[in-house]
């Protein structure tokens, strides 16, 4: 193996010294094209043998050695592209790597990384499909007719998949996943099951809404954030309650708050700790089940109020009566 890896140095020398002579606008239109066609066959062989030999670094954690954290991190850096660019490539190699028949592909050389994605992909969900993938791509089939015939065999794939399969795969395939992004946030993505989402959905929807309209969405006025951007507030609200939450922004931000303006509160928020508690006006209204419920939990996880405050009122979340202190 260290010879043929002398040889691959070798012709990777003689390639880039090529790039490095050559003339291009000193060749005809038909030149051209050939040394194209040359550069794009030495690009598959390439990524055919990255393909083939990624799943050996990722299986031993050779990359850490270079002082990478992950082995997107360490294949990115090499390619010159995102982490997530050389997640799938890994991913796709590592499917291959299982695979006799895109192994015997790769050692041809004849494997694109994004013909590999599109191919192992599809594998993953109609395996039957890679020979006639694989029988496209030596037909010299376009990227685009490579994708439709695999999107169209996922989907006849699926037809036959029985529910329960289909909610076992889609669960088997469910994540969340958020970075860092360099100019500032994170941006993050979710997968999950229809069933579970619709549990959440329609009540995140409709507390985006009201809190967009709210703040002067509806109607077509512009001075609102985006229906989108209230969605993201709404979400944060399923999944901590609106109390606690500050959206001020800081400098120059929107300085809404879903816990202390009374626009944006959803039914049973409790008011900010600045205001003041009404006076007592004879018995309080009887409470509803919903407030019943969330006063019933509150008194369940609270101490009780300190002996040196002094309400004004008390009343029953139970019974709707008033005690006086």
């Known amino acids: 193996m260290e010879k043929l890896y002398g040889d691959l140095t070798q012709t990777v020398r003689e390639l880039q010294e090529v790039v490095r002579k050559s003339t291009p606008g000193s060749v005809s239109g038909d030149q051209a ?18 393909a083939l030999f990624s799943p050996v670094v990722v299986g031993t954690g050779a990359y850490a050695k270079e002082g990478h954290a992950s082995a997107q991190d360490w294949l990115g850096t090499l390619s010159g592209t995102s982490a997530g660019a050389a997640k799938g490539r890994l991913a796709a190699a590592e499917r291959a790597a299982v695979d006799p028949s895109l192994t015997e592909v790769l050692h041809e050389g004849g494997l694109s990384a994004a ?51 289909r909610r076992a795969r889609v669960h088997a395939h469910r994540h969340l996943r958020a970075h860092q992004v360099d100019s500032g946030g994170v941006r993050g993505e979710f997968f999950c099951d229809e069933v579970h989402w619709a549990r959440v959905a329609p009540s995140i929807e409709a507390r985006a809404k009201e809190l967009w309209k709210a703040a002067g969405g509806s109607g077509g006025s512009g001075g609102a954030e985006s229906l989108e951007a209230y969605r993201l507030d709404a979400f944060f609200e399923q999944l901590g309650g609106a109390e606690g939450l500050d959206w001020s922004g800081g400098a120059g931000g929107s300085g809404r708050s879903s816990s202390s303006s009374s626009s944006s509160k959803g039914p049973g928020a409790r008011p900010s700790s600045s205001s003041t508690p009404p006076p007592c006006a004879g018995a309080a209204p009887k409470a509803t089940s919903s407030v019943r419920s969330r006063a019933s939990a509150r008194s369940r996880s609270r101490p009780p109020p300190s002996c040196s405050q002094k309400p004004v009122c008390a009343t029953s979340s139970a019974r709707g009566s008033t005690s006086r202190p």
């Open 115 to 165: 013909q590999l994605l599109v191919v192992t992909q599809a594998a993953s969900e109609a395996p039957e499909a890679t020979g006639d993938l694989l029988e496209l791509v030596g037909q010299g089939a376009s990227h685009q007719e490579l994708t439709d015939t695999a999107a169209r065999a996922k989907a006849a794939a699926r037809s036959r998949e029985s529910e329960h399969l």
């Open 33 to 50: 094209r050939r040394f194209v066609e040359r550069f794009a066959e030495a690009e598959r062989a390439a990524a055919s043998g990255v």
